[in-house]
């Protein structure tokens, strides 16, 4: 295909599914969870094992790619993964319909009743990497939440991605619903994400969720509202008169618990008050759990096991058991250094000064600003949102985890009785 | 200035107007109605004066422009606009502050207490056309809102919003408060608004708001995310059984009423099977009031001072005494000519069906959908929000007026004894 057709088929691929978007819109939720039901029926079935081939095929092919061991293992689905892809979608059929909930009624001094109601944003276009079972958690989110979704998945799990597309496109036309409703771009060519984040009126939102090249690559050429769903450079500060016990066991939980997810820890910073009767505690914990210390020359010279951080360090989301150190003089410090290489997604002080963590929480702008707890927190179902579809740095619309609420807008209703302006 | 000497400027400019954001952000709000009560003092004082001798100097200069006498009008200050103003501004200090409430707060199973905390965008840029006293309203707005602001004001209006954004900064400097926080850039260069719509991580928003050739600028070159404040084509569509007095009421009053605003009723759409007896009344009471009817050959055949609409009628936001008037087949052809031709800005219907109400209310996309009530009730305002900003036709963060509360973002926050994910 050349580029032209390229954009001619995602223009007609996203008006199709636009369409199919206006009719899940009013579904009622019997008829949502109906679909999501036999999603999960399906892939604890005979299309899951199809599923499970389609994956052996993408595993073949990445073989051939020398991709790194924990790229593979991100992209390897099986019978217990397959379950945990169900259970997720079941929970979802669990969770409340978010469409219709009625917010902010008021009735005007002139009679008008007005309230604000949620309804679904409408077509969304979803651009992610790697984990297929992404493909079944964003669909079935989008579903429940009555907007379409326009899947560009990532090219090593394109195999795996048709499968999921194909399970929910069965269910979807079981109960005669369009199976545009769930579309998964047929190619992986750039032009066609191009031609995806340029459809103004179209497509009402792009979600990125990725690396920094891609969500780079969508910022800069997008035409449609994007909210990022960007790297997670997370910090622990442990301030001086911390509880060191309560310290050590937050850091070790936010760097080792899920090392490879964007709300584990990737900086360490230390008051310089405590560094001395911290840092060879904190390191013995960290070091005994395999974790990498790159430490400033505070913390080398405390910790013979670090080694000397360079610049880059500071910004890098390691995803892996590398850990950034500092020694920073105080909360004044700490602030600044997160201003500069923090990336707005969760940052927690550790403290017993009820004044430090009360300026904690006013100055740090993040996603979730933590006092007292692991940075793991981020996250949809720890929350209480029950899912997500990731984790926006996006300021607007929503900051943190976007569940389903979030994959609404309000729309404001005013009934009146022929009021007119005076 | 070369283009580079410009983009060096305005980021210089906006990189300072961001660090008043950070002060803005943590002030009480006592601090923050000190700088509005000043402004308002100044607006009714000698530099009240100073400033419509600077508008005095911009309509000079645009009569060499031959504007037409509409533009004027609204470029033009006196001491009754001056004051109106100065109430506007009032208001905004009365309202309370959106800063720091808290909402969902809940606490989680495991004792983690989590809220969600309204707290500042940061720093918004603000484009707009025109009526220089925007400046003051967007301006106090920010200000009330915690918010830091980088205005890019029309180039009729430039002596004026100087004028304006002086006020301000003086307040600002008499509250020991950096004046940066009210940011006018010092040229109307299109390079200038080019090198602030891209300034990722410094503004962190830009709400457009004027015509369709400044929105497309604004939305096909921004890097940063955009709420755009877009044409309002808005619709009455009167419904077959409709109370025709009522009707006709509306009618009258979301055309005549502001016909210069964004939501005034741009096309009547007439249910055939009462065309016969609403439109030759409503026609006569619309051209009473001076309106210019354009109309479909049904309409025409029924009233003969309608001339005949051509195509493009039926997607123009006149912003004048001119209406669009269309017969349609019942709901479904409504719901069709809205869906095409609406800006998702406004649409009302008139009837006196319970089950086509609940249809209207459910199928039609716009930040204001009405039943048998006035266009123009879209308004921050009247929708008790205290003031605005602007309508959002942006389905996300704001559809419809953004007010105060609408230029913050909840952030989560959690406070926790030393809890870890398990």
Redesign the interface.
């Known amino acids: 295909m050349d580029e032209d057709e390229i954009d001619a088929l995602v223009e007609r691929l996203a008006e199709e599914a636009k369409a199919a978007a206006r009719r899940l819109a ?1 579904l009622p939720t019997e008829r949502k969870d109906a679909v999501l039901r036999r999603v999960c029926g399906a892939l604890r079935g005979p299309a899951g094992d199809a599923l499970l081939e389609a994956n052996r095929r993408d595993l073949l092919a990445a073989e051939g790619m020398a991709l790194p061991e924990a790229m593979l293992d991100r992209l390897r689905l099986d019978r217990p993964r397959l379950d945990a892809v169900a259970d997720g979608v079941e929970a979802i059929v669990a969770l409340p319909d978010p469409v219709g909930r009625v917010e902010d009624s ?1 009735k ?1 001094p002139n009679g ?1 009743s ?1 309230s604000r ?1 949620r ?1 679904p ?2 077509l969304i276009g979803f651009i992610y990497e790697s984990r297929p079972n992404v493909t079944a958690d964003a669909a079935a989110l989008c579903i429940k939440s009555g907007n379409a979704i326009l899947l560009r998945g990532g090219k090593e799990a394109f195999e795996s991605n048709r499968a999921f597309a194909a399970i929910f496109e069965e269910a979807l036309e079981a109960e005669g619903l369009p199976k545009a409703a769930v579309t998964l771009l047929p190619t992986v060519d750039r032009r066609a994400t191009l031609a995806m984040i340029r459809l ?1 009126g179209v497509v ?2 792009v979600i990125p969720r990725g690396g920094e090249g891609l969500i780079r690559f969508v ?2 050429n997008a ?1 449609v ?3 990022q769903h960007y790297k997670g450079m997370c910090h622990v500060y442990v301030d001086g008169g911390a ?1 060191l ?2 310290a050590e ?2 850091a070790v ?2 760097k080792v ?1 899920r090392p490879g997810v964007c709300n584990a820890m990737e900086t360490l910073l230390v008051d310089r008050a405590i560094a001395e009767a911290f840092l060879p505690r904190v390191s013995r914990a960290l070091l005994e759990e395999g974790v990498e210390l790159r430490g400033d020359p505070a913390v080398c010279a405390l910790v013979p096991e670090a080694r000397a951080a360079v610049a880059r360090d500071w910004d890098t989301e390691h995803l892996s058991k590398i850990l950034n150190v500092a020694v920073v003089d105080g909360i004044d410090a700490a602030l600044v250094h997160i201003e500069r290489h923090g990336s707005k997604h969760t940052e927690a002080i550790v403290t017993d000064s009820y004044a430090r ?1 009360q300026r904690w ?3 740090v ?10 940075t ?3 996250d949809g179902f ?3 949102l029950g899912a997500e579809i990731g984790i926006s740095t ?4 929503a ?2 985890p976007m569940g389903l609420a979030e994959l609404c ?13 005076r």
């Open positions: 009013r008021r005007l008008l007005v109601v309804v944003l409408g103004v009402d939102l910022s800069e035409r509202p994007v909210i509880d016990d309560a066991a937050i939980n936010a618990h963590a929480v006013r100055e702008d993040a996603s979730l600003v933590l006092v007292n707890a692991s793991r927190f981020n720890q929350l209480g996006t300021k607007l619309h900051y943190g807008t309000l729309k404001w209703v005013g009934y009146g009785e022929g009021q007119i302006r």
